[in-house]
């Protein structure tokens, strides 16, 4: 069992719906990250975390440290978010491990 | 101005070549680090370098040697290539300083270099 665990795995939704995907660990972690690679393989930090919850744009991601689990919301999802969301904790083993991943398709 | 740049994107070699990846940021970080991303998609990290030194060494084979010229050069060398190496290797950046890694930083990534080896 890995130490980060994601779900749904794959997630298919029409624009405009709310989305949630879910990232569940069970290490202690100094803090959470998650990233997003697009379909074209780069790869980009969109929050880091250490407790409670923070906003950017159309995305939010929140944490609970007693529970080890953290969310990423997408408010009014559009085509363009397609794409792969990737947690990553890090902590005293110095790196980060990641999650298998969350393949979001958002069709128009 | 890309902030870390990685060459090639993209790699096609033989089995039993050697290769390198080279990796460059110019964000004045001081730690930079090799992931290899397999066919799944799962990212795990392969090396961590903090201003040249190595503080993380994963269970990687012998044939695949960092090299750190200076804390803003990372580059990759890999021998004796094989065809389990064939993968996306991402080269990234961050501002930790010296030995207490918080994992609180934000990493920035390079846009990956795609091994193929036949």
């Known amino acids: 069992k890995n130490e980060v665990e994601q779900s749904p795995q794959n997630l298919t939704a029409q624009e405009g719906e709310f989305i949630t995907i879910n990232c569940s660990y069970s290490?202690?972690?100094?803090?959470l990250h998650w990233l997003q690679q697009h379909p074209g393989g780069g790869i980009v930090s969109l929050f880091m975390?250490?407790?409670g919850k923070k906003k950017h744009g159309r995305l939010i991601a929140t944490i609970n440290i007693q529970e080890k689990h953290s969310s990423l919301h997408i408010t009014a999802s559009h085509p363009r978010d397609s794409a792969v969301y990737i947690c990553?904790?890090?902590?005293?083993?110095?790196?980060?491990?990641f999650g298998q991943g969350t393949r979001l398709t958002i069709n128009p | 101005d890309t902030a870390v740049s990685q060459t090639p994107k993209y790699l096609v070699t033989q089995m039993g070549n050697d290769k390198s990846i080279k990796c460059e940021q110019n964000l004045g970080h001081d730690t930079m680090y090799w992931y290899k991303q397999d066919s799944k998609k799962f990212l795990k990290i392969m090396f961590s370098?903090?201003?040249?030194?190595?503080?993380i060494n994963e269970t990687v084979p012998n044939r695949f040697s960092p090299k750190s010229p200076d804390k803003a050069h990372l580059n990759l060398h890999i021998n004796s290539l094989e065809l389990g190496d064939s993968a996306v290797y991402f080269c990234?950046?961050?501002?930790?300083?010296?030995?207490?890694?918080?994992?609180?930083?934000?990493?920035?990534f390079g846009a990956g270099t795609r091994l193929s080896v036949l």
């Open positions: 990234a950046s961050s501002q930790e300083l010296g030995q207490g890694y918080s994992g609180r930083d934000i990493q920035y």
């Open positions: 290490v202690g972690i100094s803090a």
């Open positions: 990553a904790v890090g902590g005293r083993a110095q790196k980060l491990v």
């Open positions: 975390l250490s407790s």
């Open positions: 370098y903090n201003n040249k030194e190595l503080i």
